[in-house]
């Protein structure tokens, strides 16, 4: 296993989650959480140094109301109005930094596909992720609460 993709989140820290994310870490596990859809403090997992902290945007590019925000929040992707498999072979349409953390983890598996010594070399590439996805916005309409990389 290379990625983990943690789309679900709790206010409070947990000390068997805390260990699992440590032990995955130390195996040079990309690890990827959405932050939550809470509008407030960001949940864990995501809050965990180890994690790629993922909040969502909408299709103008702006921070969703209901996305949990914050420092430590790493990057943003695509999380409103988003098509999703669902129950018995259909689609819905549905919002969430749920959705926001699929597609990041998705593109570490593309780069891991076509670069896996480089990935597992830089498991914390969280960087790349954000500038790909932050490059195109000026400082200025850069979402409140998401670090300039």
Do not use: C
């Amino acid at each position: 296993m290379h990625i983990i993709n943690m789309s679900f989140g709790t206010k409070e820290d947990s000390p068997a989650l805390s260990h699992a994310v440590k032990a995955a870490a130390k195996a040079k596990i990309v690890m990827v959480a959405s932050v939550g859809n809470n509008g407030g403090p960001i949940e864990y997992p995501a809050a965990y140094k180890e994690v790629i902290a993922v909040g969502a945007v909408d299709e103008k590019e702006r921070l969703a109301e209901f996305s949990s925000r914050g420092p430590k929040m790493d990057v943003v992707a695509p999380g409103v109005g988003i098509r999703s498999t669902w129950l018995e072979k259909k689609y819905r349409v549905l919002s969430g930094t749920s959705m926001a953390a699929a597609h990041i983890s998705g593109l570490y598996a593309l780069m891991l596909g076509s670069n896996e010594r480089a990935v597992k070399q830089t498991y914390r590439a969280k960087q790349l992720a954000a500038k790909a996805l932050l490059e195109s916005q000026d400082q200025e309409n850069r979402p409140e609460g998401v670090k300039a990389q």
